[in-house]
């Protein structure tokens, strides 16, 4: 379990971003979470095959790929980021230690201890079962962007049916 003060350097340090499964649709958990971040301040590289383009990005089809690409401009690749099932971990992790990612993320619900304790050995950092967005949100106050805290969620009854 990642304790606040290491999600704070992991977020502090990790600035380059590539975000593995990223869905160029708006209304999806994965474009949400990379556009939070790209809005403040960091890089976010697509690693999404069948698109090819993501929040005004190049999408590459896998983090091996994004690291060539950004090689060229002289970027290396901090976090990869992961919006996949758990049974796709083990060739993601793998190529975030070939490319010598700093952390490897894997979101809510995505937990692969074997994989995690490879990419530690390797010396990543390994945060499981978390949203970045979430803990970036929670520990440099983000949490009323879109959603929170502006009356858009609310447990309060609508006066009125909006249809």
């Not at 758990?86 to 992790?93: C, G, H, K, T």
Request: charge should be positive.
């Amino acid at each position: 379990m990642s304790t606040i003060s290491e999600l704070r350097r992991i977020l502090g340090t990790c600035r380059t971003i590539a975000v593995v499964g990223l869905s160029p649709q708006w209304h999806r958990p994965s474009f949400f979470a990379a556009k939070y971040m790209q809005a403040h301040g960091y890089r976010i590289v697509p690693v999404n095959p069948s698109a090819p383009e993501i929040l005004g990005q190049p999408s590459h089809p896998s983090v091996t790929a994004a690291a060539e690409a950004l090689a060229r401009e002289g970027v290396r690749i901090d976090m990869v980021d992961c919006f996949r099932r758990s049974a796709d971990i083990p060739p993601i992790a793998d190529e975030a230690i070939a490319i010598g990612a700093k952390c490897l993320w894997l979101q809510i619900g995505v937990v692969d201890e074997a994989s995690a304790a490879k990419a530690r050995a390797a010396g990543l950092d390994v945060v499981m079962d978390r949203c970045v967005k979430i803990e970036h949100a929670r520990l440099f106050g983000g949490l009323n962007w879109a959603g929170v805290n502006t009356k858009v969620i609310s447990a309060r009854r609508p006066q009125q049916l909006f249809y």
